[in-house]
């Protein structure tokens, strides 16, 4: 964790560019963004009027399933590309779900202004001797799996949920994320979980809407994050041979929805897809 006067520092020289972590903070209702960040977002939204519902359902995605990884037993949680601390956070949601206070979380990012917002956000909410937020790229495996050991946090001999939420349509096919996956599932413990989701260009409902997630991809080539949709079926690779848990790779909303999801009644408008599997 960097210390409190890096972290304003930090902030303070990651305003040239729209920051992925904040346009997506702002589109889910969260604080933490500058003018750069907002001024982008509402030129996506003009261009993807529902691009707020979409990070919206991602984050209740992410909620939804942290909830379930805890009614299956699982009490240790390494999110990786986890973003800004916001509403709904995975240490927020996990303590909701097991009031015995028995889960630990590791938050890892490789944004330099994401950890800096970390270290200025998690300590109004976390405990500091089970919430962790640490600096490691998910493109450098082998040096983010010495991190999460070396945390003192995780214990990678029990089964842990590994969380890639909404970071997997940051990760372009040339940068090899068969590798990536393939390299995590197989250091993760028998019991493991794997979370994943991201948005897809599955069947636009017509060519205007294939053309605005073009454009959307084109867009985020500007920020410090470009973007890679997929659709379900280049996705679910990326589960390797693991068993989903029902119902399967979903439209997001579609994932065990509740009376707060979005686009409840029709999944497939969301514009994004996700699941959870076991390692047997």
Not at 143 to 159: H, Y
Not at 177 to 199: H, K, N, T
Not at 216 to 229: I, K, V, W
Not at 242 to 262: K, Q
Request: some cysteine; glycine content about 6%; proline content about 6%.
């Amino acid at each position: 964790m960097i210390n409190h006067d890096d972290a304003l520092k930090a902030v303070a020289s990651s305003l040239d560019r729209p920051s992925a972590a904040r346009i997506y903070d702002y589109f889910i209702g969260g604080n933490t963004h500058y003018a750069i960040d907002r001024d982008f977002a509402e030129k996506v939204r003009a261009r993807l009027p529902l691009m707020g519902e979409y990070c919206l359902t991602s984050r209740q995605f992410l909620g939804r399933a942290i909830r379930q990884c805890v009614r299956e037993g699982i009490r240790q949680f390494v999110d990786v590309g986890s973003g800004l601390p916001t509403a709904g956070n995975v240490h927020e949601v996990a303590d909701d779900t097991s009031p015995r206070l028995d889960t630990r979380v590791l938050y890892i990012d490789n944004e330099p202004i994401a950890l800096a917002h970390s270290t200025l956000l998690l300590a109004d909410t976390a405990d500091p001797e089970r919430h962790h937020a640490i600096a490691a790229d998910f493109l450098q495996p082998d040096d983010l799996w010495e991190r999460v050991k070396a945390s003192d946090l995780i214990d990678v001999r029990e089964p842990i949920a590994l969380v890639v939420n909404a970071v997997m349509h940051f990760v372009k096919d040339e940068q090899d994320p068969d590798r990536l996956l393939e390299f995590y599932r197989a250091r993760l413990a028998p019991g493991s979980l794997l979370v994943l989701s991201q948005m897809t260009n599955e069947n636009p409902v017509n060519e205007d809407e294939r053309q605005a997630l073009l454009d959307l991809l084109e867009y985020y080539e500007t920020t410090t994050n470009p973007g890679f949709l997929r659709t379900m079926a280049e996705f679910e690779r990326f589960f390797g041979d693991w068993p989903l848990l029902e119902p399967g790779l979903v439209y997001a909303p579609a994932w065990h929805p509740d009376e707060h999801t979005v686009f409840a009644g029709s999944p497939s408008e969301s514009r994004v897809i996700g699941g959870v599997a076991r390692k047997p």
